[in-house]
C-alpha cells in the first residue's frame, strides 16, 4: 500500500506538469498568431512571450529535475527527458520568431507569416490534446488524430516554407530585407518539425505500452 | 529452442531494415551527383527524391516500431534508434539540397557543387557498407576500413567547404547569389558530418561487440 | 576489495579525461580573446586552433571508446555520453568561429567580437570548475556556484547577440558584411548555449548522486 502511494503521484505529477508545460507552448503560438494578425511587435509583447519562455523553461526544469529523482517512472527516463527538451525547444523557437521580428525592426508582419502563424497554431494545440492525453489509456484514439494532424501540418509547413522562399527569391530586390525573411520562414518551419518530433515521442511511448 | 527462433529473427530484421534504410541514401546521394553533373534541377528529379525521402522515412518508422515493441534488441536500443534517425537525416539533408536548387531557380549547378556530390557519394556508398556489415562480425575489418573512409571524407568535405565560401566571398558581388550558394555548400558540408555521426555510431556499436 | 580497486580507478580515469578534456576548451576559448583583442587571425593562430580542435576530439573518442568498453561507470551512460559530445561541440564552435573570420577576410575583428570572446571566456571557465569538480562530492558547492554563473553568461551572450544583430541590422548597408558579421555573432552566442548545455548535464549528474 506504501508503494502505491509512491508510486502513483509521480506518475501523475510528470503527466500534470507535462500539461502544464504544453500551457506555455500553446499561450506562445496564441501570441505569435495574435501579433502576425495585428502586424508588429512592440515592446509589451516581447516582455510577454519572454515570460511565457521563462515559465515554460521553469517547468522544463522541473520536471529535469523530478526525473533525477525518481527511481521509478511512468515512460522510459529517455522519452520523458525528450519530450522535456522537445517542448521546451517550441517555445524557444517561438521566442526566437517574436524576437528576431523585433530586432530586425519589421513594422508590416507579411501574410505569409500569418498564415505559418495559424498552421503552428493548430499544431501546437494538436500537441497539447496528444501530450495531455498520456494520462490514460482510453486517450489512446484522440493522441492517435492528434498526432497524425501534426505530421500532415509539418507537411503543409515544408511546402509553404518552399513557396514562401521561392517567391522570396523572386521577388524580394533588397538582400537584406531577404535575409530578414527567409531567417523567419525557415525558423517558422522549424517550429512545426520540433512539434513532429514531439508526436513522434508521443506515439513511441503508445506503442511501448499498448 | 522457441526463445532462440524468438530472438534471432528480430536481429535479422533489424539490419535488413537498415540495410533497407541505406539503399535509400544511396538512391538520394547517386541522385544528387547525376542532377550536379546535368547542372539543373527539373520537375521530374525533384519528384524523384521526394519520392526517395518518403521511403526512407517510412523504414525509419518501421525500425522505431520494431524497436518500441521489442524487449531484446541485436544492439543497444540508443544506437539502433540514434542510427535510424541519422540515417534518416542524410536523405533529409540531400532532399533539402535538391529542394534548394529548385525554390532558387538555379539553372546551372557550378562545379564546385559537382565536387561535393562526388565526395558526398563516396561517403554514403562508405556507410551502405559499414551498416550492411553488422549482421555479422567477420566483417569487422571492413566497417572498420569504411568508417575510417568516412572520416577522411569529413575532413576533405571540410577543407571544400572552407575553399569554396573563401572563395564565394572573393569573388561573387551578388549578395542574393552568395546567400543561395553559402547555404548550399554548407549544407552539402553537412551530410558528410551526418556521415561521420553514422559511422562514429558503428564504431560504437562494434567496440561494444568485439 | 577487488573490486573496489576496479571500481575506483575506472571513475577516476573517465572524470580525469573530462578534465583533459575541457583543458582544450579553455585553450580554445582563450585564443579566440587573444585573437579578438590582437584584432586578426593569421595562418598559425589558424593552425593553432585546428591543433587544439584535434586534440580535444581526440579525449572525446577516448572518452566514448572508455564507455564502451565499461560496464560500471560512475555516472549514468547517457550522461557520460551527452558531456563528452557537449564538450566537443564547444571547440568545434570556437573552431568554426575562428575559421570564418580568416576564410571571411576579416582584418579588423570589430568591439563587439571582443565582448563575446569574455563572455565566452569566462563560461568556458566555470565549465571547466564544474566539470572538473566532478570527482568529488565536497565540490557540490562549488560546482553549482559555476552552473549557475554559466546561465547567467548565456543570458548576457542571449541580450548581446541581440544588442548586436539590432545595430548591425540598423547601420550596415553592405549585405555581404552583414552576412558575415550575423553569422558570427549568432555561433558566438551558441557557445554560450553549448557551455549552458553543459552545466545542465553537471547539474542532472549532481542531482542524481546526491
Chains 1, 2, 3 share one sequence.
Not at 49 to 65: N, R, W, Y
Not at 116 to 145: H, P, Q, R, Y
Amino acid at each position: 500500500l506504501v508503494l502505491i502511494f509512491r508510486f502513483f503521484p509521480r506518475e501523475f505529477s510528470f503527466i500534470a506538469l507535462f500539461k502544464e508545460q504544453v500551457t506555455h507552448s500553446v499561450a506562445a503560438s496564441a501570441l505569435l498568431k495574435e501579433l502576425a494578425l495585428k502586424g508588429v511587435v512592440d515592446h509589451y509583447n516581447l516582455e510577454r512571450i519572454h515570460h511565457i519562455e521563462h515559465e515554460g523553461d521553469d517547468v522544463a526544469h522541473k520536471i529535469i529535475d523530478q526525473l533525477n529523482k525518481s527511481f521509478i517512472t511512468p515512460f522510459d527516463r529517455e522519452d520523458i527527458l525528450s519530450l522535456a527538451k522537445k517542448i521546451d525547444d517550441i517555445v524557444d523557437t517561438l521566442d526566437a520568431i517574436i524576437s528576431r521580428l523585433n530586432i530586425y525592426k519589421i513594422n508590416r508582419i507579411d501574410n505569409n507569416l500569418v498564415q505559418f502563424s495559424m498552421v503552428i497554431d493548430e499544431s501546437v494545440k494538436a500537441i497539447a490534446i496528444a501530450v495531455s492525453g498520456l494520462n490514460n489509456t482510453k486517450n489512446s484514439k484522440a493522441i492517435k488524430e492528434a498526432c497524425i494532424e501534426v505530421n500532415r501540418l509539418e507537411n503543409v509547413g515544408d511546402a509553404m516554407r518552399d513557396t514562401f522562399l521561392g517567391n522570396l527569391f523572386e521577388t524580394e530586390n533588397n538582400p537584406i530585407e531577404l535575409i530578414k525573411w527567409k531567417e523567419i520562414y525557415q525558423d517558422a518551419e522549424t517550429v512545426l518539425d520540433i512539434c513532429e518530433d514531439v508526436a513522434n515521442i508521443v506515439e513511441s511511448i503508445m506503442v511501448k505500452h499498448s
